[in-house]
């Protein structure tokens, strides 16, 4: 199948190279046994991602927007009350009835921080080092032009 499709298959530990000729007889179970240890792999990752999440523990290193981690424990988390005072508006601001651009507009007019700019300039989250220091309130994918 490899070689219908043009796909060369290399083996580092079998010594195995489809550019260099056919291989052995066992390559074909080579192949196979790759495949379940693959397949095995996987369902034992999201196995144990499941088993943390149904104990109550966090499934990623960083806390979302509106927590923050607890230095006492790395697998709790703790509200931080600036942010998820912004994210119980975004919510409120849902149900009643208004659209993503109209909350994106309000929040840059009011000047309050992005996500991504709040957690960089505060040395938390992946936004560490690649945040937009420029633009610190143009929520969505549209810049919001504030006066």
């Given at each position: 199948?490899?070689?219908?499709?043009?796909?060369?298959?290399?083996?580092?530990?079998?010594?195995?190279?489809?550019?260099?000729?056919?291989?052995?007889?066992?390559?074909?179970?080579?192949?196979?046994?790759?495949?379940?240890?693959?397949?095995?792999?996987?369902?034992?990752?999201?196995?144990?991602f499941a088993a943390k999440a149904k104990s109550g523990k966090p499934t990623t290193s960083t806390p979302p927007y509106g927590f923050v981690k607890d230095v006492n424990d790395k697998n709790k988390w703790l509200v931080d009350p600036e942010a998820a005072a912004v994210v119980k508006r975004i919510f409120q601001m849902?149900?009643?009835?208004?659209?993503?651009?109209?909350?994106?507009?309000m929040l840059a007019a009011e000047k309050i921080e992005r996500p991504s700019y709040y957690l960089g300039s505060r040395d938390r989250g992946r936004h560490k080092y690649d945040y937009d220091r420029s633009q610190p309130y143009a929520w969505g994918r549209v810049c919001c032009k504030v006066s």
């Open positions: 199948m490899f070689r219908e499709r043009g796909v060369r298959l290399v083996m580092v530990n079998d010594g195995f190279d489809s550019d260099n000729g056919e291989g052995d007889d066992f390559t074909p179970f080579r192949e196979i046994m790759a495949e379940w240890y693959a397949r095995d792999t996987s369902k034992k990752i999201k196995s144990m849902t149900i009643d009835g208004m659209g993503v651009h109209t909350i994106a507009g």
